[in-house]
C-alpha cells in the first residue's frame, strides 16, 4: 500500500523537480544506487520495471526505503497495463509511470488514489489524460519532442503540468531549456546513473551528479 497520496507524490515532484529513473536485478545493487540517490538529495525514484521478477526487487527495495531512508517517494516506471499495476501497487508503489495512455491504468489506480503519470506524444493525449484525472503528463520520449514542444503546449494550457522522460542530462544547459518551457519536473534516467570504467555503478558519481542536478534545478525554479 502506498506511503504517499497522490497530492503528496504530485508535490514532491513539484517542490524537488527531478525523478531519477533506474532499475537493476539486484537488490543490493539497487540499494545501493537508491541510498547514493537519496544521500544526493532525491526524494522519489522510478524503478523502471523491465527485468524478469522485477516485481520482487521492488518488493525489497521499497522495505529497505520505508526502513533506512525517511521520505524516499518509491514508485515504478515501464508499467503495460492494469495488472502490473495493481501487482506494484500492492508492493508499496507510490505512483505509477507509464510508456502509453492506457485507461485501465488510469482506473487502477484511481481507484487507489495513486498517482500515475502516462507517457503522452499529442496535445489530445495529454487532454485525455488529464480528464482521466492525471495530475503530472510524462512527455515521452522527451528527446524527440524538445523543450519547444513543451512550451507550445503551455500556451493554450498553462495548467498542465509535464515531465519529460529521455534526452534529460544533469547540465545547467538542458536543464535551463527545460525549466524555461515550463516542466513540473523531469525524468533523468542514463545520463545520471554514472558508471566506471568497468561498467559498474559509480556510486559516488551518482550522488554528486544528483546533487547537483538539484541544485540547478532549485536555482531556476527561485
Known amino acids: 500500500m502506498a506511503q504517499?497520496?497522490?497530492i503528496?507524490?504530485?508535490?514532491i515532484?513539484?517542490?524537488?523537480g527531478m525523478v531519477p529513473l533506474f532499475f537493476h536485478k539486484d537488490?543490493?545493487?539497487?540499494?545501493?544506487?537508491?541510498k547514493a540517490c537519496y544521500d544526493g538529495g532525491a526524494r522519489l525514484l522510478e524503478f523502471t520495471a523491465r527485468g524478469d521478477f522485477a516485481h520482487e526487487v521492488f518488493g525489497e527495495l521499497t522495505k529497505y526505503a520505508?526502513?533506512?531512508?525517511?521520505?524516499m517517494v518509491m514508485g515504478v516506471g515501464s508499467v503495460t497495463d492494469a495488472g502490473q499495476a495493481s501487482l506494484y501497487m500492492a508492493?508499496?508503489?507510490n505512483f505509477i509511470v507509464t510508456p502509453v495512455l492506457r485507461e485501465d491504468i488510469a482506473i487502477a489506480c484511481n481507484r487507489r488514489k495513486v498517482l500515475w503519470s502516462p507517457g503522452c506524444g499529442t496535445l489530445t493525449e495529454i487532454t485525455r489524460a488529464e480528464e482521466l484525472g492525471c495530475e503530472i503528463v510524462k512527455l515521452f520520449p522527451g528527446d524527440i519532442y524538445g523543450p519547444q514542444f513543451v512550451k507550445g503546449i503551455?500556451?493554450?494550457?498553462?495548467?498542465?503540468?509535464i515531465m519529460p522522460t529521455g534526452g534529460v542530462a544533469p547540465t545547467k544547459e538542458n536543464l535551463s531549456a527545460w525549466f524555461a518551457a515550463g516542466v513540473t519536473c523531469v525524468g533523468m534516467g542514463s545520463k545520471l546513473m554514472a558508471k566506471d570504467a568497468d561498467g559498474n555503478f559509480d556510486l559516488a558519481k551518482i550522488e554528486e551528479k544528483t546533487r547537483e542536478a538539484l541544485n540547478i534545478i532549485k536555482d531556476l525554479k527561485s
Do not use: C, H, N, Y
Not at 503528496?8 to 508535490?11: F, W
Not at 520505508?66 to 521520505?71: Q, V
Not at 503551455?154 to 503540468?161: A, C, D, E, N, V
Open 4 to 6: 504517499f497520496t497522490r
Open 8 to 11: 503528496e507524490v504530485a508535490q
Open 13 to 16: 515532484m513539484k517542490d524537488t
Open 27 to 34: 537488490i543490493e545493487v539497487s540499494k545501493k544506487v537508491l
Open 66 to 71: 520505508i526502513a533506512e531512508l525517511p521520505g
Open 91 to 93: 508492493l508499496g508503489a
Open 154 to 161: 503551455k500556451g493554450p494550457q498553462q495548467w498542465t503540468s
